[in-house]
């Protein structure tokens, strides 16, 4: 049953995968670790993966992709004050990819509330010391499938290609089931695999949900910002490279829950836990920085608008 498969979190780090599977039965929770030393040992949430089909991005990748990026603005000849007079809406496509029986067929009101959620988290509202984004979003379409494949996530280049609405600009969310609490693609990989942009969350994780300290709207929050360019907070472990952000503090691995005055790393600063790029609760997530807002108004620019 899916919700006794949800009580088990547990972290997979693979050669080739960041991603964070909900394992079953409860009592696995198996640490596959192969070579991501820093990562050891936490368990986490599943707030899985990213890149254009979840996997892991080397601190190579991301030099080239910071390269490629400063050399699209340059082309685009867009300026920093522009960057930061962003002020983005973003119309949101909504794909319930429902059961055949109807499982995970989300009322209206519940994808409205995670469009509130969204809207509160990347303008700031969760915190004073939380940075307002410039992105609000906005409902421009829902739709619904009952087709027990898609529901799994089954074919999901397939289902997405076919169903994807918008330009780079149109944030599309999935709603389905499956092992993970969400996915997410980033920017830069548009251009080359752009039928497939967009974040398949877990339809559970919606305000109203059921997966425990999972449901208050925020994996969708956390995808959205893979989707807007910003890497977790643990990316790269104790490195100074880290997430490139300079105002998120290192931190050597993902957060579980909410461990006030935790701190992973010899590099300054706590670890980011209230970050909505780490992995805690939904409910100990309150802020974007100033740095990945103005990350994410960068890569914006650069791919996005
Ligand atoms: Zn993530």
Redesign the pocket.
């Known amino acids: 049953m899916r919700t006794s498969k949800l009580l088990a979190l547990a972290m997979v780090v693979g050669a080739t995968s960041l991603n964070v599977a909900l394992a079953a039965p409860a009592q696995a929770r198996p640490a596959v670790l192969d070579g991501v030393s820093c990562l050891q040992g936490e368990d986490s949430s599943a707030?899985?993966g990213?890149g254009p089909d979840h996997r892991s991005i080397s601190a190579d990748e991301q030099r080239a992709i910071a390269r490629q990026t400063k050399a699209r603005l340059r082309q685009k000849g867009v300026t920093r004050a522009e960057l930061r007079a962003t002020d983005v809406t973003v119309p949101v496509y909504v794909h319930v990819m429902a059961a055949d029986d109807g499982t995970g067929d989300v009322t209206d009101a519940q994808i409205a509330a995670q469009i509130d959620v969204l809207n509160a988290s990347f303008a700031g509202d969760k915190s004073p010391d939380a940075a307002d984004t410039g992105f609000s979003f906005t409902l421009a379409g829902t739709d619904r499938f009952y087709n027990n494949a898609w529901h799994k996530d089954r074919s999901s280049a397939k289902y997405r290609k076919a169903t994807r609405q918008g330009g780079a600009n149109a944030l599309n969310m999935w709603l389905v089931d499956f092992k993970y609490l969400?996915i997410?693609t980033f920017p830069w990989d548009y251009a080359r695999n752009g039928g497939i942009d967009g974040i398949r969350v877990h339809w559970d994780s919606l305000p109203g949900g059921s997966i425990a300290n999972y449901n208050l709207g925020e994996t969708a929050t956390?995808?959205a910002g893979?989707w807007f360019g910003l890497y977790?907070t643990f990316q790269g472990g104790c490195t100074a490279l880290n997430d490139e952000v300079s105002d998120t503090p290192a931190q050597s691995s993902s957060t579980s829950g909410c461990p006030e005055g935790r701190d992973s790393c010899d590099l300054p600063g706590l670890d980011p836990i209230h970050n909505f790029?780490d992995y805690s609760y939904d409910d100990c997530y309150t802020e974007f920085t100033p740095g990945q807002a103005s990350r994410s108004q960068s890569m914006w620019a650069a791919y996005r608008a």
């Open positions: 707030r899985g990213h969400g997410a956390h995808e893979h977790h790029m």
